[in-house]
Antibody, heavy 120, light 110 residues
Framework: QVQLVQSGAEVKKPGASVKVSCKAS????????IHWVRQAPGLGLEWMGMINPSAGTTTYTQKFQGRVTMTRDTSTSTVYMELSSLRSEDTAVHYC?????????????WGQGTLVTVSS | QFALTQPASVSGSPGQSITISCTGTSSDVGLYNYVSWYQQYPDKAPKLMIY???KRPSGVSNRFSGSKSGNTASLTISGLQAEDEADYYCSSYTISSLYVFGTGTKVTVL
């Protein structure tokens, strides 16, 4: 069955960087794009960006341009999301999710989420 | 890109039908048939309930249905059940080749 397993919770200081991993299994890794979505405590879902694991091409929302980098390792079927210059507002659960088809944004399988806490 | 607009809360009694709206613009909801709906329980990952405006993934109850008119998409839950009490989010592809979520709706079963 399709599974996305994310790395564990992180606590970072303001100004630091965090790198969250998302390991895929149960399907052909390069066939489906992976999106990153985050949710601050008590708030709604926020789309951050996506990566095409086949070509390695990325699309980021303007809010995170220059601070976020999404990469992939096809040898381990793993996608990474690195967020730099962390501030307290980045405290959130970060999810990876698989796009069901052709970049339509239909996210049919989600990771369990990774809580990133930014605190001095 | 601003979030799509959803009502903060919707409620209904068991067995009733409720509809959640998702209002965007002619650059997102109104332009593409790439609207999805997600159900989220507290401290859980979202679950895809509807995609491409009105398609249901395998395993999702046929009590859930989606539609769109102009810049507004809608999710209807018929035969409301206690287990439907959750947060619901819409999302859409946009003209900028990006994606945007709705503000979220808390569904309460009375």
């Amino acid at each position: 069955q399709v599974q996305l397993v994310q790395s564990g919770a992180e606590v970072k200081k303001p100004g630091a960087s965090v790198k969250v991993s998302c390991k895929a299994s149960g399907y052909t890794f390069t066939f489906y794009s992976i999106h990153w979505v985050r949710q601050a405590p008590g708030l709604g879902l926020e789309w951050m960006g996506m990566i095409n694991p086949s070509a390695g091409t990325t699309t980021y929302t303007q809010k995170f341009q220059g601070r976020v980098t999404m990469t992939r390792d096809t040898s381990t079927s793993t996608v990474y999301m690195e967020l730099s210059s962390l501030r307290s507002e980045d405290t959130a659960v970060h999810y990876c999710a698989r796009d069901l088809g052709a970049g339509t944004g239909s996210l049919d399988n989600w990771g369990q989420g990774t809580l990133v806490t930014v605190s001095s | 890109q601003f979030a799509l607009t959803q009502p903060a809360s919707v409620s209904g009694s068991p067995g009733q039908s409720i509809t959640i709206s998702c209002t965007g613009t002619s650059s997102d909801v109104g332009l593409y048939n790439y609207v999805s709906w997600y159900q989220q329980y507290p401290d859980k990952a979202p679950k895809l309930m509807i995609y491409d405006v009105s398609k249901r993934p395998s395993g999702v109850s046929n009590r859930f249905s989606g539609s769109k008119s102009g810049n507004t998409a809608s999710l209807t839950i018929s035969g409301l059940q206690a287990e439907d009490e959750a947060d619901y989010y819409c999302s859409s592809y946009t003209i900028s080749s990006l994606y945007v979520f709705g503000t979220g709706t808390k569904v309460t079963v009375l």
